[in-house]
C-alpha cells in the first residue's frame, strides 16, 4: 500500500492551515484532490480527539466566547430549493471560547445557533477549566440559560450587546450590499458573580475568529470556496485549532498559546502532529488478490 511521504503531508496540513484550497493544494503538491481529501478526514478525526485529550484544566482568568458564521452546501434561504439536497446543508456556526490572556482556543463547537448547542458548548467549556473565572459573551440570548445550566452561580459572567446603526450626522445609503452596519456604543450588562467591568470585552476573541476566517478557505466570503460537506468543515475547525493552539506562534506573546496556557512547555511542529498520527494510525494489511474487471 502506497503511503504519502512526510514532507507531502506536512505541505498538505500547512497549506490547509494557511488558506488555501484543496483544489489548489492539490495542484501545488501534485496529488489527488481525493488523497487531500482523504488527509483532512484523517487529520481532522485525530485533532480533534488530541484537543479533547490535552485542552484540559486550563488555568484561565478571562475568558471570552463567541460564533463564527459560515454555511455548508447552501445559504439558508436557499437550501430548500437545492437540487441535490445535503444532509447539513444550511448556517454552520463554530462556537469558540478563548482564554484572553494565553489566547488558547479553550472549547470549540460546529452547528447550529440554538440554545441545545449553546448548552453543549458551555458545558465542554465548564470541563476544560480548572477554576472560577470572568466569562465575557455577545448579547445572544442562548447564552443566557446556558451559562446557568453549566456553572451555576460558580461564574463572574457579563454581556457585552453591541449597538450598530448610522453615525449621527451620516447620510444612510440607498442600497447596502456588503457593507457591515457601523458599531454605535455597547452595553456591558451583569449577569452573574462580580465581573469586573474593565475586563468586560470580546475584543480578543473577535479577533481570534478574524484569523480563523483568514487562515481557512472555507470560510472565506463571497466565494465558491464554502463547505459542501459538514463533516469536512468540522475536520477542518479541529485541525485549525491545534495548529493554532500548539503550531503557530503568537508574535505578542512570543509562543503559542498552549505554552502560555501552561498546556504544553514545548513548541509543536506540523512533522510532529503527523508523526503522533502515524503512531496510532492501523498498520495497513495485506492486498487482497487483484480483481481483473471485465
Not at 454581556?159 to 454605535?184: I, N
Not at 498559546?257 to 514545548?266: C, F, H, L, N, Q
Request: aromatic share 8%; glycine share 6%; with cysteine.
Amino acid at each position: 500500500m502506497n503511503k504519502l511521504p512526510l514532507k507531502a503531508r506536512v505541505q498538505i496540513l500547512s497549506m490547509l492551515c494557511e488558506g488555501s484550497s484543496m483544489r489548489s493544494i492539490s495542484r501545488v503538491c501534485d496529488v489527488s484532490i481525493n488523497t487531500v481529501s482523504k488527509l483532512l478526514v484523517d487529520a481532522g478525526t485525530f485533532c480533534a480527539a488530541l484537543h479533547d485529550r490535552e485542552v484540559r484544566n486550563v488555568k484561565a482568568t478571562l475568558v471570552q466566547c463567541d460564533e463564527i458564521w459560515s454555511f455548508t452546501a447552501a445559504k439558508q434561504k436557499n437550501v430548500a430549493s437545492m437540487k441535490n439536497p445535503v444532509e447539513g446543508a444550511g448556517d454552520t456556526w463554530t462556537w469558540t471560547a478563548l482564554d484572553s490572556e494565553s489566547k488558547l482556543i479553550i472549547s470549540w463547537l460546529v452547528g447550529g445557533r440554538d440554545g441545545e448547542y449553546a448548552l453543549a458548548f458551555m458545558d465542554d467549556v465548564k470541563d476544560r477549566l480548572a477554576n472560577r473565572v470572568q466569562l465575557t459573551t455577545d448579547g445572544h440570548k442562548a447564552y443566557l440559560n446556558a451559562v446557568e445550566e453549566a456553572f451555576g452561580a460558580d461564574i463572574d459572567y457579563a454581556m457585552l450587546v453591541k449597538m450598530y446603526g448610522e453615525p449621527e450626522g451620516r447620510a444612510v445609503p440607498q442600497e447596502r450590499r456588503y457593507s457591515p452596519a457601523v458599531c454605535t456604543g455597547a452595553r456591558k450588562t451583569k449577569i452573574e458573580g462580580n465581573p469586573d467591568p474593565a475586563f468586560v470585552s470580546t475584543s480578543h476573541v473577535e479577533r481570534a475568529n478574524l484569523t480563523m476566517r483568514m487562515a481557512n478557505r472555507r470560510f472565506t466570503r463571497l466565494t465558491n470556496a464554502f463547505s459542501k460537506k459538514f463533516e469536512n468543515h468540522v475536520h477542518m475547525v479541529a485541525i485549525y485549532t491545534v495548529w493554532y493552539n500548539f503550531i503557530k506562534m503568537h508574535k505578542t506573546l512570543r509562543m503559542t498559546p498552549a505554552m502560555a496556557a501552561g498546556v504544553t512547555e514545548k513548541l509543536w511542529t506540523m512533522d510532529d502532529l503527523c508523526g503522533m498520527m502515524d503512531a496510532v494510525a492501523p498498520k495497513p494489511g495485506p492486498r487482497g488478490p487483484y480483481k481483473r474487471r471485465g
